[in-house]
């Protein structure tokens, strides 16, 4: 497994890249293989951000994202929110492969910080995967995000995103 830790403001201590490394390592107890796990810190005023993104096989992508005035407090929170991630990711991906062989996997996302060009100020570069509806529906929860681009089985472009009135649509290509 591949560690990765940025900061925003410079480096960290020794011994507090220690503690980082053995809390993140306790993830392996509940998911093998992981590929990567990249854990970004940054810090606003009093505030610790800290946003963990972890890629296991076939490039499933988890992620979560916690604030807190101490640092260690936060990647806590972190990791426990990523621990009910796998939970649930395996509870319905073998739930699954008892109904059918799974045919698809999560995009892998490469990021880039973009150039200042008006007010975009991130460009993500990510695969598509063919997947149904249900499987982009479980990989938005998972990243805890509001939108998920994917393809159908067809081949057509499509977003699933979660509705003010907490439902979901979608929105298909022609």
Known sequence: M??????QH??????????IDEKVHTLTRYLRPI???????????KHHRVQLTLVGEH???LRAEERAEELMYAIDQG????KRHIERYKGRHWRNT???TPTTSAPVVA???????NDIVRTKLFQIQPMSDEEA???????SHSFYVYRDHEQHVRVVYRRADGRYGIIVTS
Do not use: F, W
């Open 2 to 7: 591949e560690l990765i830790v940025r900061t």
């Open 111 to 117: 990021e880039s910080e973009a150039r200042a060009i």
């Open 10 to 19: 410079g480096h960290l201590s020794p011994t507090t890249r220690t503690r």
């Open 59 to 61: 490039g499933m992508l």
């Open 137 to 143: 529906l479980e990989q938005m929860e998972l990243l």
């Open 35 to 45: 590929q990567t796990i990249t854990v970004d810190i940054s810090q606003k005023d």
């Open 79 to 82: 990791i426990a929110t990523l």
């Open 98 to 100: 008892q109904r059918h």
